[in-house]
């Protein structure tokens, strides 16, 4: 790969995807997009830019941006995340959505599921606290090959060492040798769509609960000021926004507030106050069947 190759790739990907590479970062491309050129029969890095130049290169444009923007994901990651969402949004929405007992949950990024499927095995511990709730869980990516993996809810045993309660392991998944299926009540509960975070996404509709963890620090910062703000347009007055450890609002939109002493919670700048803690929803060591309504569709 030559240094002309890996200029046109960077500005390819960062167009395509919003994913910026730094001149240090050949090695992820050759690790990345090797596999694809042995299995397209090119000879290297520097075919796939010539075959990425040429018309009707749509189907090759799609692999190379799928296997640069695959990024890892497992159950419960970071923990404070789904703290936050039993402690405190969980809480406060039920007490505010009472009457039309409708919550919806976007994660962005989605990538093979785990995140929204931690989502779900908590709702469905809620139990009672959620019968007769209609919740959402809408699962985004932009890589149809990771959504693919997403609704399959089939993981290896690797995948559920990371992070998993073992009694949620025991209690929503059946073992196939080495590999694990998620029970179908809880992957019934997630929907999966491909989306680009670099288009428009206003025909999802609303949420009460935005993920968007562990991706804007892919992007530089006019892409992240443009994430931030379309979401913002998505979410609820009273709704909330989830960033990574290593992501913030500050400097880059005023449309969001931090939550205090709730890291990486947000709120809508318009809201009155940030939300204070509130007590954590009942779990149930059984789940409730039927405790949540199927979703039709993202209305």
């Avoid at 596999?35 to 290169?57: C, H, Q, Y």
């Avoid at 139990?127 to 919740?135: D, E, H, L, T």
């Avoid at 913002?232 to 002493?261: F, I, M, N, S």
Wanted: net charge positive; proline share 6%.
């Amino acid at each position: 790969m030559t240094p002309l190759d890996y200029d046109y790739l960077r500005g390819f990907l960062k167009t395509r995807s919003g994913l910026m590479l730094s001149n240090d970062k050949q090695y992820l491309i050759e690790s990345r997009l090797m596999p694809i050129a042995r299995k397209e029969g090119l000879a290297g890095i520097s075919e796939i830019v010539v075959k990425l130049k040429a018309p009707g290169s749509e189907r090759l444009a799609a692999r190379v941006t799928e296997a640069m923007t695959t990024n890892e994901s497992f159950f419960f990651r970071d923990k404070t995340p789904f703290d936050h969402f039993r402690d405190v949004m969980m809480p406060a929405l039920l007490a505010a959505r009472a009457a039309k007992r409708h919550i919806r949950i976007w994660c962005a990024a989605a990538s093979t599921g785990q995140e929204p499927y931690s989502l779900a095995m908590m709702l469905k511990e809620m139990g009672p606290a959620v019968a007769g709730w209609r919740i959402e869980i809408i699962g985004t990516d932009l890589s149809n090959e990771v959504l693919e993996r997403a609704r399959a809810g089939i993981y290896t045993q690797f995948e559920v060492q990371r992070g998993l309660p073992i009694q949620m392991l025991l209690k929503y998944f059946t073992q196939n040798g080495d590999q694990w299926t998620i029970a179908p009540e809880i992957r019934a509960m997630v929907q999966y769509r491909p989306l680009n975070l670099l288009n428009d996404f206003s025909a999802l509709g609303q949420f009460d609960i935005i993920y968007c963890r562990n991706v804007l620090i892919y992007f530089d910062q006019p892409t992240k000021v443009g994430v931030l703000n379309r979401a913002a347009r998505q979410t609820a007055p009273d709704g909330y926004l989830l960033l990574g450890a290593a992501e913030t609002v500050v400097g880059l939109t005023d449309a969001y507030k931090p939550v205090t002493d709730r890291r990486g919670l947000y709120v809508p700048a318009g809201a009155a106050v940030a939300p204070r803690p509130a007590a954590a929803a009942p779990a149930r060591a059984m789940a409730v069947s039927g405790a949540l309504a199927p979703r039709t569709g993202l209305a």
